[in-house]
């Protein structure tokens, strides 16, 4: 079955800190891998988005990895700001039959950053 | 901004109303979607326009409608709902929706519904 685990599920950091968000997915063949950030009430917003290829994409203090052979990817976020509380979901594109795309979306990592 | 609106904000609705959800991207795209987002679960996708034509329809009960009329614009009409429908509207645009690749879908604010 086509799935996208993430992890924490939840998580509160102090303003400043690092951190690291995992998403793990089964989807098979695999297209690209991407990650959105959603403010609260708010719509998804692309930060990154890798190909089978490529091991490591950033934007700003967001640095997604991805590991195509096991699977996993993670969303490290440096020097965290209070601007950074949000859910962060972790979305895999995938080939099924018939040659059609598909997105598998994962639950999401609410991150909450505190003062 | 992502280039994609959608009105209203927010919704309260009775059982027995009808009502519509729009969403309009200015954005020059050619597909247009309709995902629900409910508590601690993953997007789920409703329906796929491409080039105003609905390419997929992920078995969504018929009280809910969508309508296309036009690379822009896109409706999502309600009748009779439950209160288990209550939940984040999020409409997207994309360049295109071919199947053969997956292009960058662009989200709109979405639509708070309470179905009381």
């Known amino acids: 079955k086509n799935q996208v685990e993430q992890s924490p599920q939840s998580l509160i950091i102090l303003e400043g800190k690092n951190c690291t968000l995992q998403c793990n997915y089964t989807v098979s063949p695999f297209s690209n891998l991407r990650w959105y950030k959603q403010d609260t009430g708010r719509g998804p917003v692309s930060l990154t988005i890798m190909t089978f290829s490529e091991n490591t994409k950033s934007n700003g203090r967001y640095t997604a990895t991805l590991d195509a052979d096991t699977k996993q990817s993670s969303l490290h976020i440096t020097a965290s700001q209070l601007s950074d509380s949000a859910s962060y979901i972790c979305v895999v594109s995938g080939m099924f039959s018939g040659g059609y795309n598909k997105l598998i979306f994962g639950a999401g990592t609410r991150l909450a950053v505190h003062p | 901004e992502t280039g994609v609106t959608q009105t209203p904000r927010h919704l309260v609705m009775g059982m027995t109303n009808k009502k519509s959800l729009k969403c309009e991207q200015h954005?020059?795209?050619?597909?247009m979607y309709w995902y629900k987002q409910s508590a601690k679960k993953p997007l789920e996708l409703m329906f796929v326009?491409?080039?105003?034509?609905?390419?997929e329809n992920n078995s969504v009960p018929s009280r809910f409608s969508p309508e296309c009329p036009n690379s822009s614009h896109l409706f999502l009409h309600l009748h009779t709902l439950q209160p288990e429908d209550s939940a984040l509207y999020l409409c997207?645009?994309?360049?295109?929706?071919?199947?053969?690749?997956?292009?960058?879908?662009?989200f709109g604010p979405g639509t708070r519904l309470t179905v009381t």
């Open positions: 954005l020059g795209h050619n597909a």
């Open positions: 326009y491409n080039f105003k034509e609905q390419t």
């Open positions: 997207a645009s994309s360049q295109r929706s071919d199947g053969s690749s997956s292009y960058e879908q662009y």
